[in-house]
Structure formats: structure tokens, C-alpha cells
């Protein structure tokens, strides 16, 4: 048994990995964008087998008989040779719709590997801004839990000198258990994010040594909503899929009714009979075609051909309308994202982490009491995870806008 075997990444594809390399990489190590090239192949193997110029090849018959005469007196004896060739020519033109057939069939595979690797990109790069977003949420929670820590011992000194309550020390303690929990769940993530990450460059999830590299940043795409929605009708292979399925359809049925056309055969024969005689002849045979249900009409194969290329009409004018509404959402949905991420002042933010370090301080110097220090440190923190949260967001809705518009992979535009 002939086993096939994913071709192995190659050594620009480990270690750190930008959004580009990465998806270059899983490009080259996807099994569906190799499954759509082999069906690639397949449509010009069928190509080349509708090039083929005679509908059969020659049949030869060649037939010997031994003669004896019953009736004579010195009972004579012969062998008689019979020879006959006969090839099938088609007339109607069946070769030249069998190869458009096969045409829109290799043009519909080209557009699915045009489909697949889209998704794969769009695939690769939501992993990759999963795995960025983990990488500054672990590092953040790392940072406030050295401060929660500071805050929480503070609380503990304060309440052996009898200068704190039982509850703001509980409320201490519930701030470093939230970030602990964090913790453990941006590590999750991480990791969950980089073994799907080596899977699709098609590495083994369980080895280390591979991992994102780059900002959480949203990839530049265009907000024009029309251009885009035009952009995507042009440039969306599932659309071509469809055109091409659609052409397919057409000229099979364009097929089938040439096939009705009976083919004549070309007939050469040759004989020697016990007379010492040589003939040689030729003509044509023409097969009888008999109405259905006796005989072959295609009458049915062309029925279906044409309810099958309605089916594609009414399936791109759906593909069509999806386009559209998904271009639209998705460009909302970015505007959106946009906005929210808008709301979060940079200054304001890099304040706010200062000020979860500082809030020790302005308790131990008396300044704030361990409750009010608590709670501000709570909120400073909800804030901080607010805005990772809507810088995550606004990268995956990038991603998912280039994706819908067909632009993915990058310079597919």
C-alpha cells in the first residue's frame, strides 16, 4: 500500500512566527490545499483524456474457416480467410463539447484551491491573534499579581496590627485568586493557541518551540463598504466554484444532445475464399437509433443537466447575496470594534497599571485605607482586561473583513 506523508515544514517555519511566515508556512503544509491541487491534477487528467481525437480505438476481426466440399467426388479442401476493420468517427462534434467539459471542470477545481487556501489564511491568522492576545494577557497578569501580592501582604501586616479588618484582607485575597485564575487561563490559552498553530503548520502540537511573534494590531484593511462588497464579488472563489459548475452544467448538456447524433463506423474488410479468390472492400455502418424508452435518447442525462446548471444560477445568486450581507456585517462589526477600542485612552491606561503599583504605596504612607485600596485595584484591573479584550476583538474582526472581501491571503487582492 502506497502511503502518502505531509511534506515536512520548512526550517523558516519554527521558532518565533510573524502573521505573514505563518501563514506562508501552513500554505505550504495544509493537507486541504494539497487535497485541492491533487483534484487540480485529476481535472487535467480528464482534460487530457477529452483531447483524445477517435471516440474508440480500431476493432480488427480476423476469422478462419476450414472449407470442404460434401458433394464432389475428390471432396476438395480449403481454408478461408476473413479480415474485417472497423473504427468509430464521430461527425457531430462530441469532441469539442467533451473538452469544454472538462475545461470548466479543471476552471471550478482551480477556484476551489483558491477557496481553500483563503480559509486556511483566515484560519492561521485568528489562531495567531488568539495566541498574541494569551501571550499579553499572561504577561499582564503576571505584572498585576506581583502588585496584588505587595497589596494583599500589606493587608495581612495591617490586620495583625490591628489597623485592617478580616474583610479587607478577605478582599485583598479575592483580587490575587481572580488573577491567579486569569493566570491559568491565559496560559491555556496560550498553549491551546500554539498547538493549533504547529497543527496547521503541520508540526507535532506536543513539541515546543514554536510560537507567535508580532503586536496585537489589527492587519490593515480598507472600510469602503462598496468597494469592498465589489471587491469581494470579483474576487470570492466560491462565486467562480459556482460560474464554473454552472458552465460545466451547460456544455455537458450541450454534450449529451451532440451524442445523439448516431456515429458512423468506417468499415474495412479483406476475405480469400476456397475459389482463389481475394476481396477487398470497405463502407460505413450506421446504427439504428430507436426512440425511448427502446433505445439511448439522453433524453434524461440532458434533463438533468440543465436542472443542474439552474441549480448553480440559483446557488450564485445566493452566494452573491451572502457576499454581500457578510462584507456589510463584517465592516460594521469592524467600525464597531474600532469604536470600542477608541473608548480606551492610551494614556489612561498605561496610568492605570501605574496605578495598581502605586496603590500599595499610598497605603502603606497612610494615604488610603486597604478597602478603598481593594477596590480601586479591582476596577483598574477590570479596566485593563476591558481594553486587551477590545484590541483582541478588533484583530479578529480585521481578519474576518479580509476573509469575507477576498482578500486573504494577503496580495490575493
Known sequence: MLTLLAPPAGPGCRGPLTADAAVQCALAASPAVRAAEAAVEAAAGRQDTARTILPSNPAAEVTVAARRGLWTANQDRDINVYGRLVQELEVAGQRGKRRKVAQADHTAQQRRVDAVRRETAAEVLRVHVEALAAREQRAMTQRMTTAADALAALAREGEKAGLASALALDLAAVTVVRLQQQGIEAERRLTAAHAMLASLLGHDPAEPGLEAAGELAPMPVSEDVAALVEGALAARAELEVAKAEREQHLRQAELWKRMRAPNPSLVLYAQRDG???????????????????????????????????????????????????????????????????????????????????????????????????????????????????????????????????????????
Do not use: C, W
Open 275 to 413: 475459389f482463389n479468390e481475394r476481396v477487398l472492400g470497405g463502407g460505413l455502418s450506421f446504427p439504428i437509433v430507436l426512440p425511448s424508452p427502446l433505445g439511448r435518447s439522453y433524453r434524461g442525462q440532458i434533463a438533468e443537466s440543465q436542472a443542474l446548471a439552474r441549480q448553480s444560477e440559483a446557488q450564485i445568486d445566493r452566494l452573491r447575496r451572502d457576499v454581500r450581507a457578510e462584507v456589510v456585517v463584517a465592516a460594521a462589526n469592524l467600525k464597531a470594534r474600532r469604536a470600542e477600542l477608541a473608548l480606551f485612552d492610551p494614556e489612561r491606561i498605561a496610568r492605570a497599571e501605574r496605578h495598581v503599583t502605586a496603590l500599595g504605596e499610598e497605603m502603606a504612607a497612610g494615604r488610603m485605607s486597604i478597602r478603598e485600596a481593594a477596590v480601586l485595584q479591582q476596577t483598574f484591573l477590570e479596566l485593563l482586561a476591558a481594553h486587551l479584550e477590545a484590541r483582541r476583538n478588533l484583530a479578529l474582526a480585521a481578519v474576518e473583513l479580509a476573509r469575507v472581501a477576498g482578500r486573504l491571503p494577503e496580495g490575493a487582492q
